[in-house]
């Protein structure tokens, strides 16, 4: 036990920019989930990513053949050969995405002159959230896994690589594909989450809706891919830093003009739904 909280302390000592993105998500799971459901998604989450990549090092599936360098094995936390952080990295990168997918699909209405999105439980849960909330979570990891392949050049360090050099600066393109049916299944859990203990006539929004609280989950996407666009410039990766310059206005050109159209479709609404915990 000592040696598993050592190993922990010096993890978020080492990773402290995952931790803080996943405080972001504590946070933002709180007021859009509640909080009890956000915490069952941390080990929900972790295991099913776990799960995906130590399959990926011994089988090759999902993401393809690729295996991890162990440097800092007794420096930080590793459990069965996949460091402790990388995994957990995926429970706030899968809920930002759900979160910023249920966004987009739900619509805005006007409530005491003040713009809402208003939320429902058909939109959180349907196919076409599910969908759009995987894809959101294939995008985060185009921007991310060809800087992280790079992580010698900066303070992550070289800590995975693949046996064969991929098509897309380094990556193959079965690593995506298996993002998309991990990202598929753990917006489905999220989804599965959402049903757990709700009533039909209750709805996760908070009493107040237009709370910046509840863009924190859009916005912690955006701060991800801030950040890894930062590093890539940081690090001199010029092309890969347009490249995903230009990716990112895919999405967030489309979004602007959409919530922008979104706006002025806002209808008055006299009532909206409170929410429940698990």
């Known amino acids: 036990m000592y040696d598993f909280l050592r190993l922990l302390r010096a993890t978020i000592a080492l990773r402290p920019y995952v931790f803080a993105f996943l405080a972001v998500y504590l946070v933002a799971g709180w007021s859009h989930l509640g909080w009890k459901k956000t915490l069952v998604h941390i080990p929900?989450?972790?295991?099913?990513?776990?799960?995906?990549?130590?399959?990926?090092?011994?089988?090759?599936?999902?993401?393809?053949?690729?295996?991890?360098?162990?440097?800092?094995?007794?420096?930080?936390?590793?459990?069965?050969?996949?460091?402790?952080?990388?995994?957990?990295?995926?429970?706030?990168?899968?809920?930002?995405?759900?979160?910023?997918?249920?966004?987009?699909?739900?619509?805005?209405?006007?409530?005491?002159?003040?713009?809402?999105?208003?939320?429902?439980?058909?939109?959180?849960?349907?196919?076409?959230?599910?969908?759009?909330?995987?894809?959101?979570?294939?995008?985060?990891?185009?921007?991310?896994?060809?800087?992280?392949?790079?992580?010698?050049?900066?303070?992550?360090?070289?800590?995975?690589?693949?046996?064969?050099?991929g098509f897309y600066f380094g990556i193959p393109m079965s690593n995506f594909a298996g993002w998309l049916l991990v990202g598929l299944v753990l917006t489905a859990a999220l989804q599965i989450l959402d049903r757990i203990g709700a009533k039909e006539a209750e709805d996760h929004l908070p009493e107040n809706p237009s709370s910046w609280l509840r863009l924190l989950g859009p916005v912690l996407y955006f701060s991800v891919l801030a950040f890894n666009i930062a590093i890539t410039f940081r690090i001199g990766e010029m092309l890969l830093g347009l490249v995903d310059v230009m990716l990112s206005a895919t999405l967030v050109i489309p979004m602007f003009f959409f919530t922008i159209y979104k706006i002025t479709q806002a209808k008055p609404t006299v009532s909206l739904l409170r929410p429940s915990g698990l």
């Open 44 to 165: 929900v989450g972790y295991a099913l990513a776990w799960f995906s990549e130590y399959a990926s090092i011994h089988w090759g599936f999902p993401y393809g053949d690729y295996f991890y360098i162990h440097k800092t094995v007794g420096k930080e936390l590793w459990v069965l050969g996949v460091p402790f952080m990388d995994s957990l990295s995926y429970v706030f990168l899968s809920y930002c995405s759900y979160s910023l997918a249920v966004f987009l699909m739900s619509p805005v209405a006007v409530k005491s002159a003040n713009l809402v999105c208003v939320e429902t439980s058909q939109t959180r849960r349907s196919k076409s959230t599910l969908v759009l909330g995987a894809f959101l979570f294939v995008l985060l990891d185009v921007v991310i896994d060809p800087v992280a392949l790079q992580g010698h050049k900066w303070f992550l360090g070289l800590i995975y690589g693949y046996r064969k050099r």
